[in-house]
């Protein structure tokens, strides 16, 4: 495995110079405001695949339980 070199001989990226601003690509404020605008398209609770299937094949048992409890 490949050793750094000495003090002496490290290059100004290595020794001396400062580390990047951290901003990346993009401004930071644009970044926010893009996934607020994400998150605005966004449903609580998006319907699965299976839904509608589950309703259908409960139906009976729903009317059902329904009327017993509108029975009581």
Avoid: R, Y
């Avoid at 729903?62 to 409890?69: A, Q, R």
């Amino acid at each position: 495995m490949a050793q750094s070199p000495p003090p002496e001989q490290q290059s100004g990226k290595q020794l001396h110079d400062v580390p990047g601003s951290g901003t990346g690509i993009g401004e930071s404020m644009s970044k926010v405001d893009e996934n607020k605008k994400g998150l605005e398209k966004l449903t609580s609770n998006p319907k699965g695949p299976l839904d509608d299937e589950v309703t259908k094949k409960f139906a009976k048992t729903i009317k059902t339980s329904n009327e017993d409890k509108a029975d009581k």
